[in-house]
């Protein structure tokens, strides 16, 4: 049972484009969210993260937007650049389980010139 | 410099054969996780440890054993239990409760023959 969807698989965006990153999950006790980054053959790297209790957080160019309602959450890259190509996943997890991580199945993004 | 050590880097093994991988960190964090990764699939919790000399099986704990001899120290045995063993292995740990920040190490790429 997959507790967090993440859309879309992949994505192709121009640099200076703005990427998003959907993802939705199901159980309403979740209530941390983080997105890491992925490089090829390295471990993912905590790139930012949200409560519930806040519908927006921003650190440099990368922006949380939290709908708690719908149970959405989404990741927004400002001013995209080649660097930014990875791999990008959304997790959930509830601090009094132990913070165990359920994550999303990732989206490869590519920014190209 | 502190961090998470995961050795090594890219492990061969014969099938039927048990493999131990190593993960050390030395942020003084009081929790310590093991995940896998496979293609399109996310990471899947396999054990975690909240205090030494204490543990607990995630999703897919199954052919998988672990120890938390020391507060530094989290082996992940994979036995010959395991049916598909050939995985990305990453390791992560995080400070005491009311943190919620995991940090991962750089990974083992475990390939079984």
């Known amino acids: 049972q997959q507790q967090v969807k993440q859309s879309p698989q992949s994505l192709i965006v121009q640099k200076g484009g703005i990427p998003i990153i959907n993802c939705a999950y199901e159980n309403t006790a979740f209530d941390y969210f983080p997105w890491y980054q992925q490089f090829p053959g390295k471990g993912p790297a905590l790139l930012i993260a949200i409560r519930p209790d806040v519908s927006e957080k921003k650190e440099g160019r990368f922006t949380i937007s939290f709908n708690k309602s719908a149970k959405q959450f989404s990741l927004h890259i400002m001013d995209s650049q080649p660097g930014d190509s990875a791999t990008y996943f959304c997790a959930a997890s509830i601090a009094g389980g132990g913070n165990k991580l359920t994550f999303g199945t990732g989206t490869q993004l590519k920014v190209e010139l | 410099d502190g961090g998470i050590t995961q050795s090594p880097k890219y492990l061969f093994r014969k099938e039927g054969q048990n493999v131990t991988l190593s993960c050390e960190q030395n942020?003084?964090?009081?929790?310590m996780y093991w995940y896998r990764q496979d293609p399109g699939q996310g990471l899947r919790l396999i054990y975690y440890?909240?205090?030494?000399?204490?543990?607990q099986k995630g999703d897919i704990a199954e052919g998988y054993s672990v120890s938390r001899e020391k507060k530094e120290s989290f082996p992940l045995t994979v036995t010959s239990a395991q049916k598909n063993p050939t995985a990305f292995y990453l390791c992560?740990?995080?400070?005491?409760?009311?943190?919620?920040?995991?940090?991962f190490g750089p990974g083992t790429r475990l390939t079984v023959l």
């Open positions: 440890s909240q205090i030494v000399n204490d543990f």
């Open positions: 992560a740990s995080k400070a005491g409760t009311g943190v919620y920040e995991q940090f």
């Open positions: 942020l003084n964090h009081d929790a």
